[in-house]
């Protein structure tokens, strides 16, 4: 096995870079006559802009210009678009009110920028923000998704009557509703998907200017793909061609989906640097971080399954309001019905199934992808009906998963919503996770629990996400001169370990040695395409494209090293690097051939793109367990285990470390993380992280992680399915399964996300005022 290749726990190169303070991230860069923006945000949820009087900022000191949403107006500047759009049932299109930069006639949302200050300061700047007078004319609000669908309701935007933005639907209802009559059980739930705030380290930041040399507009921003953003930039938003902008983007310090999109805020500083020919760079701050970045989830769901005698699944409905904000953002309409539909049946076989999803414009954030974007929601729901399931049935959770798991032998499967999988043994995931959990001593570890006057829950969940974004990928292997190689590839590392991975996969089908291949993302000028990072693409996409990069580099230099052998090509055999006469100890390595090939003037240097044939389907099953303490509420996990299938892993310790993030994302969300708005003012009540909870470290326990590799897909170049979001796709309803086992064994109903000891107090005294009356 070659030393720091595919399948080896290599320790991340970048880290050094970060631990020792040398990474460059947007806010590091500061240009020749760097001016600062800052922006006045609206202090209302709903409100009309009867006028707005910038001229004592103009006036402050340090102050270059004002803008204002009318200056936009004016030059033509288009919306932050709604790019990923649905249709309503009807055939019409959606709703999707346009979402200005700076808004010009009424804002939506507390923190809505109505104003731009630009100054030589950013302190500057600031203090002139504040002496902009804004004339608003304060409305009523709505906040609540199935408030904002009432008759009498306020209306969000003039012209969206009904708040609706999509009324969608799929699948077969005619059939759902006939499996239903027929059944021998039926059971039903209403859960709410609580709104949740991404909160990457690094706020977002953008630093924009004109290259003096090329004409080039060149945005610095930290997102999670450079050819996207720079598509929407010059299509959608300045109507220019394409290669008069160059996006880049250096270290990104987390993203988790919401850096995946085109905020107001790249647009307005962008103009302003093509206004002012000058370079102008904006860092958010926290407060506006929980203000304005696009929020996840946030879904109020009411569904229902039908069993047969034999506890088989026979039918599924799903009716959603999915709180979109105050806009549709850019896949906003997407994530509660395409991106959660496909995989709404999950693992298992379910012969028929329907969705409704109504979309709502509410006096909040937007909302769009957050990790795993809509396969955690989709999840999340099935493994609560199914635990549901169990109870009504009088069956084991585990025996009813069993019972209705998609068979292995019945790969390739397609699902009832027409998603087919190519491979996953769901019932041999499950088996491995129960039994690396122990399941056979809980009964007396909850003993144990009991007589320490603690309540002891179990939960599993089997889970399946489909990795999704651009189908396609770049990649490019370049020799340099001096004797290392260059891998240039699309997406976007947002501290993943991508810098490492990639080098990893070069290394093993190249033969260079490791530490002399470098990794190279995020700009535009580097590479001609990528699709970003996002729906757990990024190792399988960019790997696969690595690989057959490295393929045509090690074919040229088949050629080179055989005629410099002086032998045929079919006699040349490669391995490790090194080209060898077949039957002969003649050979030279792959170094010396990128020398010979530099010195000729023809460089080895490759590009290859990899078209994915078909998602990959990575799945698993997650188990937890909690404690309860009755007296106080306070929820403890206190053993996690998780199994799963990612294909064929190239770095074991880089994906279990995708893992436990996504799993501490997951027991944020189902304990802690809950963003809130007053229902009367439309304020955030979670606007600093004293009021909005955010996992610690004490807050997490060890994680028995089990990866699994005798399930590979051919849908990848290397076998490897997605990671990414796998651990929070299974982490909320494990707990929350846990957890609700324990209350329901005390007596006490089920309960929603986020499990706050509050809420779980507030169940438990109850359920024992009734029990005691």
């Known amino acids: 096995m070659l030393k720091f290749g595919i399948g080896q726990s290599v320790r991340r190169v970048e880290d050094r870079r970060f631990l020792t303070g040398h990474g460059r991230y947007t806010d590091d860069i500061v240009l020749d006559g760097q001016l600062y923006a800052s922006f006045v945000r609206s202090p209302y949820a709903s409100a009309r802009i009867n006028a707005v009087d910038v001229a004592d900022a103009r006036a402050a000191d340090g102050v270059v210009a004002v803008f204002t949403g009318a200056d936009l107006d004016a030059d033509g500047i288009g919306g932050v678009p709604a790019v990923a759009r649905v249709k309503n049932a009807d055939g019409t299109p959606m709703q999707a009110p346009k979402r200005p930069a700076i808004a010009s006639d009424a804002v939506h949302f507390a923190g809505e920028a109505v104003a731009m200050v630009i100054a030589t300061d950013p302190m500057l700047a600031r203090d002139a923000a504040e002496l902009v007078a804004v004339d608003y004319e304060e409305r009523p609000v709505v906040v609540d998704p199935a408030r904002a669908l009432a008759g009498d309701t306020v209306a969000v935007h003039d012209g969206s009557p009904g708040n609706l933005c999509f009324d969608w639907r799929q699948g077969k209802a005619a059939e759902v509703d006939a499996a239903m009559a027929a059944a021998a059980t039926m059971v039903e739930i209403d859960i709410v998907n609580n709104r949740v705030s991404a909160n990457p380290i690094e706020p977002r930041a953008i630093n924009a200017h004109i290259d003096a040399e090329t004409g080039q507009t060149v945005v610095h921003t930290n997102g999670q793909g450079v050819h996207g953003m720079r598509g929407i930039l010059a299509d959608a938003v300045f109507k220019a061609p394409a290669d008069e902008f160059r996006v880049v983007m250096p270290d990104v310090g987390g993203g988790f989906g919401m850096k995946i999109f085109l905020y107001p805020e790249h647009v307005a500083v962008t103009y302003a640097a093509r206004k002012l020919r000058r370079p102008v760079k904006w860092t958010g701050d926290r407060s506006e971080s929980l203000l304005t970045d696009a929020h996840g989830r946030d879904l109020r769901t009411h569904a ?29 309409a997407m994530i509660p019905t395409s991106a ?39 999840n999340y729901l099935i493994e609560r009906l199914v635990d549901a399931a169990a109870r009504a049935t009088g069956r084991t959770p585990e025996a009813l998963r069993q019972i209705n798991y998609i068979r292995p032998d019945a790969m390739p499967h397609t699902n009832a919503m027409g998603t087919t999988y190519d491979t996953g043994d769901f019932a041999e ?30 939960g599993l969940a089997s889970y399946i996400e489909w990795t999704q974004g651009n189908p396609k990928e770049e990649a490019r292997i370049r020799f340099e001169a001096d004797g290392s190689a260059t891998v240039l590839v699309g997406t976007q590392s947002n501290g993943q370990g991508h810098e490492t991975a990639f080098a990893q996969v070069a290394a093993e089908l ?33 790997g696969s494209a690595i690989r057959l990069a490295s393929e045509a580099v090690v074919e040229r230099a088949r050629g080179i090293a055989a005629d410099r052998l002086e032998a045929a090509s079919d006699d040349i055999r490669f391995e490790a690097g090194r080209f060898t006469v077949a039957g002969t100890d003649l050979g030279i390595g792959i170094e010396e051939v990128a020398r010979i090939a530099l010195d000729g003037g023809e460089p080895l240097d490759e590009s290859r793109v990899f078209d994915r044939p078909a998602p990959t389907f990575p799945n698993g099953c997650h188990v937890a367990e909690v404690e309860i303490d009755p007296e106080t509420g306070r ?44 229902d009367d003012s439309g304020q955030l009540m979670t606007g600093s992280f004293m009021d909005y909870g955010m996992p610690r470290a004490d807050d997490m326990i060890f994680l028995d992680i089990t990866l699994h590799e005798d399930m590979p897909t051919a849908s990848s170049g290397l076998g490897s399915k997605g990671c990414g979001e796998a651990g929070t796709i299974g982490a909320c309803p494990a707990i929350m399964n846990a957890i609700n086992d324990a209350l329901t064994r005390a007596g006490a109903p089920e309960i929603d996300m986020p499990a706050t000891p509050a809420r779980v107090w507030a169940v438990l005294t109850a359920a024992r005022a009734t029990a005691a009356a």
């Open 304 to 332: 229902r399954m039908a069993l047969d005698t034999d506890g088989r699944f026979t039918a599924f409905e799903v009716d959603t309001i999915a709180n979109l904000g105050a806009y549709a953002s850019q896949f906003g």
């Open 340 to 378: 959660a539909a496909g995989l709404a049946t999950t693992v298992y076989d379910i012969p028929v199934a329907s969705l409704h999803v109504r979309g709502v414009f509410t006096n909040t954030a937007p909302v769009d992808a957050y990790r795993g974007a809509g396969r955690p929601e989709a």
């Open 635 to 678: 929820v403890e996990p206190v053993r996690y285990t998780v199994a799963d299938d990612f294909g064929k892993v190239v770095n074991p310790m880089i994906v279990k470390g995708q893992v436990q993030g996504g799993v501490a994302q997951g027991l944020g969300q189902a304990l802690i993380e809950h963003a809130v708005y007053d």
């Open 510 to 542: 190249t033969g260079m040695p490791f530490d002399k291949v470098r990794v190279v993302m995020g700009d535009t000028a580097e590479i001609r395409t990528g699709g970003g990072t996002g729906g757990s693409r990024s190792l399988q996409m960019a």
């Open 429 to 458: 995931m499950q088996r491995r996770a129960l039994a690396a959990a122990d399941m056979a001593g809980f009964a007396e570890r909850r003993r144990q629990s009991e007589a320490r006057g603690l309540l002891r829950g179990i």
